[in-house]
């Protein structure tokens, strides 16, 4: 005889069909599932690798930037010393000009004039004195002419002076400091 199936068929067979699609559909999801856990742990392992170097590099940074402030300070500090020593080693190689200076301003003094006060500004020197008479102010003047070290003596003032006597002269003077080059090498 004949078989003859009556069932529906059609129908287990699209039952079949749905649950082979559901099944694969989940295996298609557990898989898409773990793809995306494997490569979000790959990644923020990455990540996490370059936050490393970052801190890393960022530590490391900050010390060179500490040693560059270190190295600033120093500089500064070196240069402040070269600045020191180069004031003292001029004030070492004018030593011998200020006293060969004084030295000259006693020999050019004749006798009746007096300094009552001397200030220097720069190369300039003012004298303010008291003399005997006017001829010793010209006697001065022409010292301080004929010196090495001193040039362009200006009188300012004379008044009388009758403290000192009928003739005697205060005085207001000025010069400049030109010191002599073989001088200079002396003292040098």
Same mark, same amino acid.
């Given at each position: 005889?004949? !078989?003859?199936?009556? *069932?529906?068929? +059609?129908?287990?067979?699209?039952? @079949? =069909? &749905?649950?082979?699609?559901? #099944? /694969?559909?989940?295996?298609?999801?557990?898989?898409?599932?773990?793809?995306?856990?494997?490569?979000?742990?790959?990644?923020?392992?990455?990540?996490?690798?370059?936050?490393?170097?970052?801190?890393?590099?960022?530590?490391?940074?900050?010390?060179?930037?500490?040693?560059?402030?270190?190295?600033?300070?120093?500089?500064? !500090?070196?240069?402040? *010393?070269?600045? +020191?020593?180069?004031?003292?080693? @001029? =004030? &070492?190689?004018?030593?011998? #000009? /200020?006293?060969?200076?004084?030295?000259?301003?006693?020999?050019?003094?004749?006798?009746?004039?007096?300094?009552?006060?001397?200030?220097?500004?720069?190369?300039?020197?003012?004298?303010?004195?008291?003399?005997?008479?006017?001829?010793?102010?010209?006697?001065?003047?022409?010292?301080?002419?004929?010196?090495?070290?001193?040039?362009?003596?200006? *009188?300012?003032?004379?008044?009388?002076?009758?403290?000192?006597?009928?003739?005697?002269?205060?005085?207001?003077?000025?010069?400049?400091?030109?010191?002599?080059?073989?001088?200079?090498?002396?003292?040098?």
């Amino acid at each position: 005889m004949a !078989k003859i199936n009556l *069932l529906p068929w +059609r129908e287990e067979r699209r039952a @079949e =069909l &749905q649950q082979e699609f559901l #099944v /694969i559909l989940g295996g298609v999801a557990v898989i898409a599932a773990g793809i995306v856990f494997v490569a979000n742990t790959i990644f923020t392992g990455f990540i996490d690798d370059q936050s490393s170097r970052n801190a890393y590099l960022s530590q490391n940074i900050a010390e060179l930037n500490k040693q560059l402030n270190e190295i600033k300070e120093l500089e500064n !500090k070196k240069q402040e *010393l070269l600045d +020191r020593m180069t004031v003292i080693q @001029e =004030l &070492q190689g004018n030593r011998p #000009v /200020i006293v060969r200076l004084f030295d000259e301003l006693v020999k050019t003094i004749p006798d009746g004039v007096f300094y009552n006060t001397l200030k220097r500004s720069g190369n300039r020197i003012t004298l303010t004195g008291t003399a005997e008479s006017n001829n010793r102010i010209s006697s001065l003047m022409r010292r301080i002419d004929s010196s090495e070290w001193f040039e362009n003596p200006n *009188l300012t003032s004379v008044t009388a002076a009758p403290d000192f006597g009928e003739q005697a002269s205060n005085f207001n003077l000025s010069f400049v400091v030109s010191t002599p080059s073989a001088v200079d090498e002396e003292g040098k």
